[in-house]
């Protein structure tokens, strides 16, 4: 081979190899860290896998919110106005989470059929819905009407 | 009347944009000298129209006019006046003016300095910035204008604001990523003048260099103070959230980090000249599909503002042009281009293009990982991607680019002498490897990822100092040596060593942060990292627009106080936003981070305290970064070509500084 056809070549290996290696990499990464968007509906009708990281968003039903007294556990129902699920929380939740607000919890689906949160998130503007809680509450609303 | 005025030079703005983008352009098609001259001053003319609308702007809210529309929504009569300035680009329109106001200014620079170009060039790269300007003028007139009125019933007051958006990061972080967003369009414009005129020498990339450094400069600088903005405001701590939106920031960041290197390249030695041109496409096509990721609210994010698909479609368009057309050209005027240039494996052209490959890796991860979840939604699927995908990608790319960073900064043009290398790596994995078992060890319990990160950063700061130390060392001595060595070499020396500063503050910070929510009544203490924490209760207090409780913790060291501390929780009295303001005592190696949750019962609060090892380390590399670009740019071949240039007209192969770029 001639030296020009062998730099070539290298160059050529180089691209492919390290491209691929990305792919893989980036793929396998990919399918262990996404996390599927459940509304309580969906829940309820047992969509939802267990044990796994999944987000679920909705409403907090106002009323639901209940400390405990001497640590910083917290849980609160989330609803979609046609279903509710229970989200169990320790720890400081956002600024912006008040009843009636709504936040998505991304959190573990446990035997007992409440969520248990790593995070809760409220969006930082009061104006602000959350695209998939609100596209989650149209569709609810839907059912319902179509019931 | 004065937001008319805005908006009537805005309106002349597109008009004279408008005849930027078509008179020189046509100029050079046609070889007409006089059109081809128009280019600088209608560029002076674009900028000094943008100006004054944005200036206008600036009056409309500092005067409280609540009739302006964009006024109403997003400042108040209470906010101080600094805070009013900067709300002209705290929502959707008016950003997008700031934006077209640097794009301006951009445009004024480039006619401003390029006196030594040749005339075609210039008024074809004026031609293609103000073919950005007319799009993103047309955005702004027909979908987004900030001028619009309530009339003839204007609100009594404004409705603020974003509480978050009321602090000095925010008056420097957009100004600052937009400079870098937009310098992003001259390395463009650049580019496509030169595929145009069919003449892709070392000259253009000469040309484009120094507009490419200051740029990636202001987005370095931008970056940086958006995430320590984040990291007081608004993350509870966190400084990178691998949001959509950072991401947009990170990926142009990435790909004019590599376009900084083929330039490089192509300067020196006249290779990669047809990737480099692609590469310079691509950084700006990823700038404009961050304004359109922030602009549309396709994707969930901190920074949405209130999604309106007419703008997402406008944006869309945009993207679609400027990338098409650009790849069109590129496709049609390329080929052309062919260089006959010798290197073998082992010289820097090959290290420069591993880092160009790595780099353009992490960016198609990151766009990857962004972009995901709106392909899954077309399918039907929502879903989003958690920050671990890009904390494993990258945990996988920065080590292999920093090691082969650290081995390529030995590297000469052409060919490097056998054995260059060999001689180094032991040394360097000596170094990298008692960092990299050490430096975990002052902090806690040795962990991998801190292990590895500090591997790298001091693998590659030895790398990097020993180059210094050899390139300084002759007859005269290290220190004479290292004065004369040149700017622009210290300019990259210094900022290798930022990487490596942020790299080592990125990895000890993640693993060594300690915190805790914890429940705290008066008299509360709590042990965390060899300190106590005291909590003493909590004062009101009334600030300009909000009142706050505000919680006093005694920090003590061994019994010795060292610091009070005053977080905030703040309530806006226009929105009633409640917003928390942390309080940090701040040092060189660790922060002390204490946050206010919720009042439970009585006097019963949450808070969350938190003990961060170097996290001040991630800004200082960042800053470190942009004294480097600043220092690479100020060198003296580009002041001397300036002072040549007077005395001459047209640019010849006059190169002071040594730098004559090969020929085949």
Known sequence: MNPKRKQRMLIILFVLGGVGIAIGLALYALSQNINLFYSPSQIAAGEAPKDTLIRVGGMVEEGSVERHKDSLKVQFNVTDFQHTITVRYEGILPDLFREGQGIVAMGRLRDDGTIEAQEVLAKHDEKYMPPEVQRALDKAEAAKAGE | ?664
Do not use: C
Request: proline letters at 4%; glycine letters at 10%.
């Open chain 2, 1 to 664: 009347m004065i937001p008319e005025i805005g908006h009537y030079s805005l309106v002349l703005a597109l008009a004279v944009t408008t005849l930027l983008a078509v008179i020189p352009l046509a100029g050079a098609w046609i070889n007409d000298g006089l059109w081809m001259r128009m280019g600088r001053p209608l560029a002076y003319a674009q900028f000094l129209l943008l100006a004054i609308s944005f200036g206008f702007l600036t009056a409309a809210f500092l005067m409280d006019d609540f009739s302006v529309r964009y006024v109403a929504n997003n400042s108040n009569s209470l906010l101080p006046w600094y805070y009013k300035f900067s709300a002209v680009w705290g929502g959707h329109e008016g950003s997008l003016l700031l934006w077209i106001m640097i794009l301006g200014g951009w445009t004024a620079a480039v006619a401003a300095f390029s006196k030594s170009l040749p005339e075609p060039m210039v008024a074809r790269v004026l031609s293609v910035m103000g073919i950005v300007g007319v799009g993103f003028l047309s955005f702004i007139l027909l979908t987004s204008n900030p001028f619009l009125r309530y009339l003839p019933n204007a609100p009594q007051d404004g409705a603020d604001l974003n509480p978050l958006l009321q602090d000095i990061g925010l008056i420097m972080h957009p100004p600052m990523l937009y400079m870098g967003y937009v310098g992003f369009s001259v390395a463009f414009a650049f580019a496509l003048a030169a595929l145009m005129g069919g003449k892709l020498d070392a000259a253009w990339a000469r040309w484009s260099r120094p507009w490419t450094t200051v740029a990636w400069v202001f987005l370095t600088l931008g970056i940086a103070l958006g995430s320590w903005w984040a990291y007081y405001e608004l993350g509870w701590g966190g400084w990178w959230f691998w949001d959509p939106v950072e991401n947009a920031s990170f990926m142009p960041w990435l790909a004019g980090t590599a376009l900084m290197h083929s330039l490089a390249a192509t300067e020196k030695r006249g290779v990669f000249k047809t990737w480099t041109v692609l590469l310079a496409i691509f950084a700006f096509s990823l700038s404009l599909l961050g304004t359109f990721l922030v602009r549309s609210g396709v994707l969930t994010s901190v920074h949405a503002f209130a999604s309106d698909p007419e703008r997402g479609r406008f944006v869309l368009m945009l993207l679609a042009l400027t990338i098409g057309g650009s790849l069109l050209l590129y496709a049609l005027r390329a080929p052309v281009v062919k260089s006959h240039i010798r290197y073998t494996e082992r010289s820097r052209e090959v290290f420069l293009l591993i880092n160009n490959i790595l780099l353009l890796v992490a960016t198609v991860t990151v766009l990857g990982g962004t972009l995901f979840p709106l392909i899954a939604e077309a399918f039907g699927k929502e879903v989003s991607v958690g920050a671990p995908y890009f904390n494993t990608m990258f945990s996988f790319i920065v080590p292999v680019l920093v090691i082969a960073m650290g081995i390529g900064l030995f590297s000469h043009w052409k060919d490097t002498r056998p054995g260059t290398y060999g001689r180094r790596i032991l040394p360097l994995a000596i170094a990298g490897t008692a960092g990299g078992i050490g430096i975990p060890l002052i902090y806690g319990e040795w962990e991998w990822s801190a292990g590895l990160g500090s591997f790298i950063a001091i693998w590659l700061a030895t790398a990097q100092l020993w180059d210094v130390w050899e390139k300084s060392s002759g007859k005269s001595g290290v220190v004479a040596g290292f004065k004369r060595l040149s700017r622009s070499y210290k300019g990259m020396a210094t900022a290798h060593l930022g990487l490596a500063v942020t790299i080592l503050g990125a990895a000890i910070v993640s693993s060594y942060t300690e915190e805790r929510d914890v429940r705290v009544d008066t008299g509360t203490q709590v042990e965390m990292a060899g300190l106590t924490f005291v909590f003493d209760g909590i004062q009101e207090l009334k600030g300009p627009n909000y009142v706050a409780d505000q919680g006093i913790f005694h920090v003590l060291d061994e019994g010795k106080e060292i610091a009070v501390l005053h977080p905030d929780k703040r309530r806006y009295l226009a929105t009633g936003q409640v917003m928390t303001e942390a309080a940090i005592d701040w040092g060189i190696l660790r922060d002390v981070y204490v946050a206010l949750g919720e009042p439970l019962e009585g006097t019963t609060w949450a808070a969350r305290i938190q003990y961060k090892p170097l996290v001040r380390f991630l800004w200082l590399g960042g800053l470190l970064m942009a004294i480097g670009g600043t220092l690479a740019i100020l060198d003296r071949r580009y002041r001397i070509r300036v002072k040549a240039n007077k005395a001459r007209t047209s640019v010849g192969e006059s190169d002071a500084g040594g730098t004559q770029p090969a020929k085949a």
